[in-house]
């Protein structure tokens, strides 16, 4: 699953310090110093390769970490801050979604295709903020030029004042457009239609393979055609800026630009890793486990893939491999990829405690979500210290009598502690909600008396 990462931080990415890089994620993610750590000494590490000589650098390999821990207490979420900070391409991949070759399925490769798209993609939108000045200005020109054509001079008149005059009504129509009292009016585009031929494609992994690019093979068939469409000038203005945007931005320097951020910062974070893992006397459809291991390796351990964007090479992508390794260890990958993941962190399962941390102390916790969410009702929901411990005491008390899901819990626990609120929200006279201990009992107790605990909170 492809996560872009459009978001920047204040602090430059390059100055950061591993501690500073670990405070960062202490806003997001609670708890796991130890994984904190691990990923705030790699990135850095990356940052001080960057400043070596060439000769150097190409020598250094990135320490891939190999995160271990149940399900929901942070895994992906560091590595997805982790990027974000970085501002790297960043990619989330599941590794039981690959197959071995020659099997149906995605191959390892498409990896390294999809996080050059994305990496193409963040470029672009870098480049597109650079040159949107200047793209807005060239399409307010193209603008005048439909609402104010330009005359063709009289004999009698002095070419020099004509012109003068011509360009000063045209200022003031400038002026007039950015005030936004040409709004009402309508003008006539020449608009070129998205054409796709109507045809389709299986993609397996041979088409992956071959990359074909019919865009390529075919410009004309997907160039669309042309026609006449009466707009607003407002629309008429962001369709052109949009055009003249494409025609200032260089593709070929973009995906040159883009390969290369791959190849020095990108980052793969492989989920499930443990669910390719082989055992001992496996059968069955286990046995093509051992063979994605095999195909994942090389990818780790650096080689050339072939990518519509150019060659890129993966000798210096971060690797970020993590799984809850309940049925299986580490020890049960193949040799050949265990030395590749050099830095391994166990993450700690949740508790009371850093629950109550979680709902209340990230930037983005959840207790702020609902506030958020249920003020668009004009309805001021309020939290009182012992409801906000009394549910984090029950999404324990779940977790440990039914499948521990850690910090995800709280999500279920919430919806059904507010699914009265959340269905009557709009019709409510009382605009002014409190959440306090008594509440939570009333609203959860079902989930205390009986033992089937699944049947309240899957």
């Known amino acids: 699953m492809p996560i872009l990462l459009p978001e920047t931080t204040q602090t430059s990415a390059g100055a950061l310090t591993p501690r500073q890089i670990v405070a960062e994620l202490d806003k997001h993610v609670v708890g796991q110093s130890a994984a904190k750590r691990a990923v705030a000494i790699a990135l850095r590490n990356r940052m001080r390769r960057q400043k070596l000589t060439p000769e150097l650098a190409e020598e250094i390999a990135p320490k891939n970490i190999l995160m271990i821990g149940p399900t929901g207490v942070g895994k992906t979420e560091i590595a997805r801050r982790l990027a974000k900070l970085a501002q790297s391409p960043f990619l989330k991949v599941e590794a039981s979604k690959f197959t071995e070759v020659g099997y149906v ?3 390892v490769e498409s990896m390294i295709r999809d996080l050059a798209e994305l990496s193409v993609d963040m470029v672009r939108a870098e480049r ?17 030029d439909i609402l104010l054509p330009p005359r063709p001079i009289a004999p009698d008149e002095e070419p020099a004042a004509a012109r003068d005059a011509q360009q000063q009504t045209r200022e003031r129509f400038r002026e007039q457009l950015r005030a936004g009292r040409l ?3 309508t003008v006539e585009l020449d608009v070129r239609e998205k054409a796709f031929p109507s045809f389709e494609i299986i993609a397996g992994s ?16 997907f160039q669309g055609k042309s026609k006449k469409r009466k707009v607003k000038v407002p629309e008429a203005l962001e369709y052109l800026a949009t055009e003249e945007e494409q025609k200032l931005i260089d593709m070929d320097s973009v995906a040159r630009a883009a390969v290369d951020r791959v190849e020095q910062a990108g980052i793969i974070f492989l989920d499930e890793i443990d669910k390719i893992a082989g055992r001992e006397g496996s059968h069955g459809p286990d046995v ?6 095999r195909d994942i390796l090389p990818i780790v351990e650096g080689t050339t893939v072939n990518t519509k964007y150019g060659m890129v ?10 799984g809850a390794f309940h049925v299986s260890k580490p020890s049960d990958l193949i040799p050949e990829l265990q030395g590749r993941f050099p830095i391994r962190v166990e993450l700690e399962a949740l508790g009371k405690d850093e629950f109550v941390r979680i709902l209340t102390e990230p930037r983005n916790a959840l207790v702020k979500q609902y506030i958020a969410l249920m003020d668009t009702e004009g309805i001021t929901l309020t939290f009182t210290d012992d409801a906000i411990r009394r549910i984090a005491d029950f999404a324990q008390t779940v977790n440990e009598h039914t ?11 919430l919806e059904k502690l507010l699914d009265e609120i959340s269905f009557e929200g709009p019709d409510l006279s009382e605009k002014s909600v409190t959440i306090d201990e008594a509440y939570v009992t009333k609203m959860l107790a079902d989930i205390v008396k009986n033992e089937d605990l699944s049947r309240y909170i899957l």
């Open 105 to 107: 399925g995605r191959d």
């Open 128 to 144: 597109l903020e650079d040159v949107r000045a200047k793209a807005r200005q060239n399409a307010e020109d193209r603008l005048l």
């Open 183 to 185: 709004d009402t009016r």
């Open 206 to 221: 041979s088409v992956e393979e071959v990359d074909i690019n019919l865009k390529d093979m075919l410009p004309g068939l």
């Open 288 to 293: 093509s486990r051992e063979g994605v291991q």
């Open 313 to 322: 090479r993966t000798d210096h992508i971060l690797f970020i491999a993590a």
């Open 403 to 413: 499948e521990n899901i850690g910090a995800r819990r709280l999500h279920t626990v």
